[in-house]
């Protein structure tokens, strides 16, 4: 409840609580302290009691002018209770609301509350008849509201009634139009039927006609020169194709072929074989085009036509000979107007302005050849849809045989072949021309690498049965005749030159150094025309697939090496001889020597020149054997040990080698004394070289002899000390007769002393 606290109770409250606040026990025992300390006491947190609290002091709501709360009067009977909350506007729709509001009035001034809190004992006493009151009321107001609802549903169901009759009189109506109209819906349910039947009729006939004739249009597009070959005309081919197609189910009847069938298959094989003329003149028409123009571009609809010609061969054969007549004489002109003319406004230059280089002219025209039969060949293989077989560019095209080859590769090596041919008579003959009369040997051999290069090339691209290939293979080989009779040639003067007799230097004479020179040159070009990637093979070759790919490299300069390296190795050999003979003094091995370690040098750095690298060092070998031998024998007899190394070697042992004239102990020491001042006088020349093999030009060579030589005094000294030694010789007082000369009868002493210990242990290691 919101209402406030009587002030008579509060008031009488506290002063009671003043008076009595010493006396605990009285105060607890009076009522109304009780009913303050429970009033006070009271929790009003709760939701539903301040919502019951606001709910009574709507219903109760106090006067504002008098600030204090009406209380409900009493009815006829005296238990009637009035509420400040009550709207008018809800009293209004009451039977009995005028009454009730003058008695409110009346009441109200009547029973204004003269005491605080009054009126809300007397509405905690009738509280429950004053809501009583409030449920009647609205009890009362909802039967109205009701029976005003009856009466609306009275009359609606009124108008359902007369709803009804309606219906059933419309009905009526409708069922003696039906039984009127029957026969008529009968009739026209019989036109019915027979208009469809007639519809499928005529569309079974429409798509007869649709389907096994030509329109109009399609029949001028096959047979019309007014319509030209394209789309519109394919399409009509496709549909006449087709239309012979379906047509064999008509000849393939029963009783025989129709007649309808017949006259179909007559028209349009008719209409057919006018289309395939009309392509024919249509392509022999654009090829003719073609060869007029420097520009091979193939369309969508010439490829068309093309592949439906494959059907009628001859056809096809005959346009394609009108194309290779207009690609000969196209190619054919183009060849020479690239020769005399040039390009375009004179770009590129005409070919023969180069003629004054061989190279470069013989260089352009095949370039020339070789961008035309690219060109050639890519036109050809869009024209007849040939798609790409993942060939790699460079690589070798694989040809099957004549007869395992495909109709398309026939045509497009035939054609190739024919618009070649006539470019390669003007080719031949003047690369011939050009072969013929280069006087030297480097540029033949140039050329004739860059024909036998562009004659791979043509067999990778088109073939070795080609026209092209042939001819090309016809030029190399008159290329490279030509270079090996200008070799021969140089080869011949070589050997019938002869040495100056007052030259006594022993290097290289003039015309070696001049074909060295020439092969020197020979093997640049055809080391720069050999493959890198096969080079380095052939240098690095560890496989036996390497070792075959190294042999057909070295075997393509064999004939090369053989022609040019033999000569020399022989001019050498034989020259160095006849100046020998002419002059003793002249040292003809140091000569030798030195003119085949030059032509060495000169093969060493390519690998390809093994097989003559390979006789060349034979021939060295030989030499430095004889010149070694030579030059033990001069440091021997100059050291006095070769008359006692003699004995020594040919003693049998017959009888005591001290017996023996000429190594007799004193003749022995005699020789050992000569060799010691040999190894005193000579030290420089003993541990370095002799002025002879200083001549060589190869330091490599001069020290291998020298070395060998005096291993070879070391060895013999050893022997000699050996049989000295030995008991069977009876040389008295061995050791005193061998050690009082130097080396002392020490044999590695010697090889310190000749600076051959090392090689000395090396070869025992071996």
Request: hydrophobic content about 35%; aromatic content about 6%; glycine content about 6%.
């Amino acid at each position: 409840m919101s209402g406030p606290i009587p002030h008579t109770e509060s008031s009488f409250s506290i002063s009671s609580q003043r008076k009595n606040s010493g006396s605990w026990a009285s105060q607890s025992r009076n009522p109304i302290s009780l009913r303050l300390y429970k009033v006070l006491g009271t929790n009003f947190d709760d939701e539903n009691t301040r919502q019951a609290l606001q709910t009574l002091s709507e219903l109760y709501a106090s006067n504002s002018a008098s600030d204090s709360s009406t209380d409900a009067y009493s009815t006829k009977d005296g238990n009637s209770n009035f509420n400040d909350t009550l709207s008018g506007d809800e009293h209004d729709e009451e039977d009995n609301g005028v009454e009730k509001r003058a008695q409110l009035s009346a009441g109200k001034s009547r029973f204004l509350e003269s005491t605080p809190g009054e009126a809300a004992m007397r509405a905690r006493r009738n509280l429950k008849r004053d809501m009583e009151l409030r449920l009647a009321e609205g009890s009362r107001h909802f039967l109205k509201v009701l029976s005003e609802v009856d009466e609306k549903l009275i009359a609606l169901q009124k108008h359902v009634t007369a709803m009804h009759v309606s219906c059933d009189e419309a009905e009526k109506q409708l069922q003696l139009s039906n039984e009127a109209s029957k026969s008529l819906l009968e009739r026209a349910g019989n036109l019915r039927e027979e208009r469809q039947e007639v519809e499928d009729q005529k569309s079974i006939v429409s798509s007869f006609l649709a389907r096994f004739t030509l329109t109009e249009e399609e029949a001028e597009a096959l047979t019309s020169r007014d319509v030209p070959v394209g789309k519109r005309f394919f399409q009509a081919m496709d549909k006449t194709e087709q239309i012979r197609e379906h047509c064999r189910v008509l000849m393939a009847g029963e009783d025989g072929p129709t007649k309808a069938g017949k006259d179909i298959m007559a028209s349009t094989a008719s209409q057919l074989e006018q289309g395939y003329e009309k392509i024919l003149r249509w392509c022999s028409y654009e090829f003719l085009q073609i060869g007029r123009d420097s520009q091979l571009e193939v369309s969508a609809i010439m490829r068309e036509g093309v592949r439906r010609l494959r059907k009628r061969p001859e056809l096809l054969n005959e346009s394609l000979a009108s194309l290779s007549l207009t690609r000969q004489t196209a190619l054919t002109s183009s060849f020479l107007t690239a020769l005399t003319r040039g390009g375009p406004s004179g770009l590129p230059r005409p070919i023969e302005l180069h003629a004054h280089d061989p190279l470069r002219y013989i260089g352009d025209m095949l370039a020339w050849v070789h961008q035309a039969i690219a060109a050639e060949r890519e036109f050809l293989e869009a024209l007849f849809s040939i798609k790409e077989d993942g060939r790699l560019i460079g690589s070798a095209r694989e040809f099957a045989e004549k007869g395992e080859m495909s109709q398309e590769e026939e045509w497009i090596k035939e054609l190739m072949d024919a618009a070649v041919g006539k470019v390669c008579v003007p080719l031949k003959v003047r690369v011939q021309q050009t072969v013929r009369s280069q006087e030297s040997a480097i540029m033949s051999y140039k050329i004739a690498n860059l024909l036998q290069f562009y004659k791979s090339t043509m067999t990778k691209t088109i073939g070795e049965d080609a026209v092209l290939s042939v001819t090309l293979k016809e030029i190399t080989d008159l290329a490279y005749k030509t270079f090996f009779d200008s070799i021969e040639a140089q080869c011949r003067s070589l050997a019938r030159a002869t040495l100056d007799l007052d030259d006594i230097s022993l290097t290289p004479p003039i015309p070696i150094l001049d074909h060295v020179q020439i092969l020197r040159e020979i093997m640049a070009v055809y080391q720069s025309y050999l493959g890198d990637d096969e080079y380095g093979v052939e240098q690095n070759s560890a496989s036996s697939d390497n070792d075959k790919a190294y042999t057909v490299i070295n075997s393509g300069f064999l004939k090369i090496g053989d022609v040019m390296v033999q000569p020399a190795v022989d001019m050498c050999l034989n020259a160095a001889e006849e100046k020998k003979q002419l002059r003793p003094e002249w040292d003809k091995d140091v000569f030798v020597l030195n003119c085949l370690s030059y032509l060495l040098s000169v093969l060493e750095p390519v690998a390809f020149t093994k097989s003559q690298r390979d006789m060349i060092q034979g021939t060295i070998e030989w030499k430095v054997e004889e010149l070694t031998e030579g030059h033990y024998r001069d440091i021997m007899q100059d050291a006095g040990l070769d008359k006692i190394a003699s004995l020594c070697h040919k003693h049998d042992g017959s009888e005591p080698l001290s017996h023996i004239p000429g190594i007799q102990p004193a003749q022995l020491q005699s020789a050992l004394a000569s060799f010691s001042r040999w190894l005193s006088t000579s030290i420089e020349v003993v541990s370095s070289s002799s002025p002879r093999l200083s001549r060589l030009t190869l330091q490599r060579l001069h020290t291998q002899i020298h070395h060998a030589a005096l291993g070879r005094m070391a060895k013999a000294y050893g022997m000699i000390c050996d049989r000295v030694r030995s008991k069977e010789n009876k040389y008295e007082a061995a050791a005193t007769l061998l050690g009082t000369e130097r080396p002392f009868g020490q044999v590695g002493l010697l090889w310190q002393i000749f600076g051959l210990k090392e090689e000395e242990e090396e070869g025992k290691g071996r």
